[in-house]
């Protein structure tokens, strides 16, 4: 079987729907930003969403575990997102149990004040796991499953702020994978690195997408066209096009898509 | 206002097709050569060749450039990496002409049978491929594929007019041999024609029709031999 026959069987396999995003319109105070936004994401597999800043694209993936909860006046004003089934915004759901099962990692990286084992055991201690062997273990795995044991196993009392910025983005990530999410939500998460961070954390969104589906804002279109299964483009908070990665790469069908991608925009 | 990277995306293009203008020449100066019997034009020829090599080396370089500094995406991208692919059939091309011309002067034959034909043929897939290069037509490169048959069916009488030369006339198999080349040369020149198009195609679209069974030659020989004439 050719390279491309494995690919087109592995793409026919799975389309569960981890994400269901149906005609949702955004408004921060009454300023909409986002306009009857459809999409569906799929389970375990990388979904980028691009477009020029002020598109909506940051404030709908942080819909996606209600972050902009924290934000005064902000509310989706019509439609709904489903995660396996359940309306997330519908007032019965937990938010906290929410941001648990759709873990986020942002732009800049935020280790709390404390050293690398607290900060990846803190989502557990929140848990209240107070097991020491069981946390021992779940700061093991995570930190190997974010590609950061290796480096940090001798030191894992220090400070987290003694670690690099590639370093510290990894252990945000190890931190969201210690409570077992679904999905994680990734805000431009190499756009502080330098290349060659920028490269561990895309080699690592590739393995983790085995086990996690992953919604990824990016202004890298080259990032976006690496580690994506799919791609969606925003505009002044409407969803212009989404298809898989290589067809919006190789031949999108719409223009502002191509304009916007080919860096020949206005 | 064109941009730097329109610019840089149109001098490629213009490089291409004036390649493709110099293999067109190359091609008719070789015909002219052999059927005229006038060697001075097989040097002619030869010149052509060096130029379409350079304006490939250079073409090359342009691309190579252009990918690595703009990391180009969608049609720019199709534009690069088919330009770059259909210049290496341009050279294909000038190096057949080049064989033709060199053999012309090898050639004591003085009936070529269909090898006039098949010249005339060659040129005008040529052309037709670099127009549909220059305006898409999805429906012109297709005739392309379908006139590469008849150049095909040319070469296949060839081999037996050639064959019954031989037979009647042993002493002349080395001319003989030289004529068989220069039809087989007319027959790569038109399948390079039919890849350029091709490559046009995914340009244009993104569909990749290389090896696609509807326009595989046995298809298109089976759809042609159904449609009535």
């Known amino acids: ?30 300023n909409q930003v986002l ?13 980028a969403f691009i477009g020029p800043s002020g598109c909506g694209k940051s404030t ?17 004003s019509k439609g709904k997102i ?77 400070n987290a702020y003694g670690l690099s910025g590639g370093q510290q983005q990894r252990l945000c990530i190890a931190r969201t994978l210690a409570v077992e999410p679904e999905i994680i939500l990734m805000d431009e998460p190499c756009s502080a690195l330098d290349p060659v961070a920028t490269g561990r954390v895309e080699e690592l969104i590739l393995q983790l997408r085995e086990q996690y589906t992953i919604v990824v804002v990016t202004h890298n279109m080259q990032q976006a066209g690496r580690i994506s299964d799919e791609t969606a483009f925003f505009y002044l908070g409407k969803l212009i096009e989404h298809d898989k990665t290589k067809t919006i790469f190789l031949n999108p069908s719409k223009k502002q898509t191509e304009d916007y991608i080919s860096g020949k925009f206005g | ?52 090599d350079n304006l490939e080396n250079e073409l090359s370089a342009s691309v190579t450039s252009h990918l690595s500094t703009h990391a180009p995406v969608a049609t720019d991208l199709r534009l690069l990496v088919s330009t770059m692919k259909a210049s290496h059939e341009i050279e ?12 012309s002067k090898n050639t004591a034959i003085h009936d070529f049978n269909k090898i006039p034909e098949m010249g005339e ?20 490169a297709k005739n392309i594929w379908t006139t590469d048959l008849e150049v095909d069916q040319l070469n296949s009488d060839n081999m037996s007019f050639c064959q019954d030369l031989v037979n009647q006339d042993p002493t002349s198999a080395s001319s003989i041999f030289e004529m068989l080349f220069i039809s087989k040369s007319l027959e790569r020149i038109a399948d390079h024609a039919v890849n350029i198009s091709k490559e046009v195609v995914f340009m244009a679209t993104s569909r990749d029709v290389r090896h696609a069974k509807e326009f595989k030659k046995s298809k298109l020989r089976k759809k042609s031999l159904n449609t009535p004439k």
């Open chain 2, 92 to 103: 294909r091309i000038g190096d057949e002409a080049k064989a033709i011309a060199r053999r």
């Open chain 2, 1 to 52: 206002m064109t941009t730097y990277i329109e610019n840089n995306l149109e001098n490629i293009r213009s490089k291409f097709l004036l390649m493709g203008q110099f293999a067109t020449d190359s091609l008719q100066i070789a015909m002219e050569s052999l059927l005229e019997g006038d060697i001075q034009k097989a040097k002619i020829v030869r010149k052509k060749d060096e130029e379409i």
């Open chain 1, 82 to 158: 489903l995660i396996q089934g359940t309306d997330i915004h519908d007032k019965s759901v937990d938010v906290i149990e929410l941001r648990k099962r759709v873990g986020m990692v942002f732009q800049k990286s935020n280790p709390f004040p404390k050293s690398i084992y607290q900060n990846v055991a803190y989502g557990l201690h929140i848990q209240g796991i107070k097991n020491k062997r069981v946390v021992d273990q779940k700061v093991e795995e995570s930190l190997t499953k974010a590609a950061l044991w290796e480096e940090v196993k001798d030191r894992l009392n220090e």
């Open chain 1, 35 to 47: 306009f009857d936004v459809n999409l569906d994401i799929l389970e375990k597999k990388v979904m």
């Open chain 2, 121 to 140: 043929i060659a040129l005008d897939m040529i052309r037709d491929a670099l127009s549909v290069f220059a305006e898409f037509d999805e429906a012109k």
């Open chain 1, 1 to 30: 079987m050719t390279d491309l026959q494995k690919e087109k069987k592995k793409e026919k396999g799975s389309d569960k729907i981890a994400i269901n995003i149906q005609g949702v319109d955004f408004l921060y105070g009454e």
């Open chain 1, 60 to 76: 709908l993936l942080r819909t996606l575990n209600r972050m902009n909860d924290l934000i005064e006046d902000s509310r989706i």
